[in-house]
């Protein structure tokens, strides 16, 4: 399985939520992605299990024909975020950082 690498250009937002607070980012694409991410704390399972759960439903959505959005990894640029914009997200983004993220299909959601 391969999966596109977008960069960002510029922080949109940080969606504040229960669960992880997605970024949402203009990438070089000019579309917009939401990025999610783990924690990089830890290799702590759940976080391992959610990720596997997250990619069996996209993939099992796409086998049934059912729109879903495009998954790929965004790379954080230097300088396309300030930390004073992260409410959330501030010792978990980082430049450099790669992110899992749903693409732009409008269809993106917040855990």
Do not use: W
Request: charge should be neutral; aromatic fraction near 12%.
């Amino acid at each position: 399985m391969d999966f596109v690498v977008k960069n960002t250009i510029t922080l949109l937002e940080e969606i504040p939520t229960y669960g992880h607070s997605p970024l949402k980012f203009l990438c070089d694409d000019y579309e917009i992605y939401y990025c999610k991410y783990r924690s990089g704390i830890s290799l702590n399972q759940q976080e391992i299990d959610c990720l596997f759960y997250e990619l069996l439903c996209h993939f099992l959505l796409l086998k049934l024909t059912i729109p879903t959005p495009e998954l790929v990894l965004v790379n954080i640029n230097q300088g396309s975020f300030k930390k004073e914009q992260l409410n959330y997200d501030k010792k978990y983004c980082k430049a450099g950082a790669l992110f899992k993220k749903n693409g732009s299909t409008g269809m993106g959601q917040a855990d």
